[in-house]
């Protein structure tokens, strides 16, 4: 007579433990690029190319509370995935490992930042994106099961990915300022606030509010960034702040469509 299995299978806890691991190290190298524990603020980090005022595309120094929103987001996230629900989830084991490369790839960015290295903090970017992009779609392919779910799986990792579409327009201008390339501020910065927008569009295009508001809310910063301070570029403020109202409105119209379309 054949034996009922009743513990968990190491190759389904395996990855949940990993996930939390991933999620306490993302934490850990956070403090350290805050400061503590004697590291750099990243602001002051690698030469300061990642400050407010290094390229005119840089975020106000406001704009990075986003991360502790962020922050908190995947704690709870690591937490709940842990919960017998979330953990043997069919949805959450196909998010889970892109999940956990997120948070390891965050805290590789930070490590890249600390040893000083601008261009290799561009490799760890893209790489990182590249995650949160697969992630998103995922997260698309199956609605969550839960409000619990939709909140700290799809909204957490919705804010990190439309944060992270800003901030890899900013590291890519860093990188450039790093490199010594030259290009006219106020034109170069309308092409790249441009894209960014049209990004911005693309999410938003899919109904989900998480991530037009952070693409919203950094390019409102670096419209703030830009209108005050050390580098003021008028041209550029307007820009960033139109760039972030389109961005809005067009989330608000995929919405309202959205709901039309529910209620047909």
């Known amino acids: 007579m054949a034996v009922l299995e009743t513990s968990p299978r190491p190759s389904r806890t395996t990855p949940v433990i990993l996930t939390a691991a991933s999620a306490v190290a993302a934490l850990a190298f956070a403090a350290v690029g805050s400061g503590a524990f004697g590291g750099t603020p990243v602001a002051s980090a690698a030469g300061g190319y990642f400050s407010s005022t290094a390229t005119p595309v840089a975020p106000g120094a ?6 502790s929103v962020i922050y908190a987001g995947l704690l709870a996230y690591a937490v709940w995935q842990l919960l017998p629900g979330a953990r043997h989830s069919a949805r959450q084991r196909r998010i889970r490992p892109w999940a956990a490369a997120s948070m390891l790839l965050n805290a590789a960015w930070l490590w890249a930042v600390q040893l000083g290295s601008v261009p290799a903090s561009l490799v760890v970017m893209l790489a990182l994106l590249g995650v949160l992009c697969r992630l998103f779609a995922l ?12 909140v700290l799986s799809d909204g957490t990792f919705g804010l990190y990915l439309g944060w992270i579409c800003v901030a890899t327009v900013a590291n890519t201008a860093s990188v450039l300022a790093w490199a010594g390339v030259s290009l006219p501020a106020e034109p170069s910065a309308a092409v790249v606030l441009a894209l960014a927008a049209l990004v911005g569009l693309a999410l938003a295009s899919r109904r989900r509010w998480s991530p037009v508001l952070a693409v919203a809310w950094g390019l409102a910063w670096i419209a703030v960034a830009r209108a005050g301070g050390t580098l003021v570029l008028p041209g550029t403020a307007v820009t960033a702040a139109s760039a972030a109202v389109v961005v809005l409105a067009a989330g608000l119209v995929a919405s309202l469509r959205g709901r039309k379309g529910n209620r047909a």
């Open 139 to 150: 997260s698309l392919a199956e609605r969550p099961a839960s409000r619990a779910e939709a």
């Open 62 to 67: 406001p704009a990075f509370a986003i991360w």
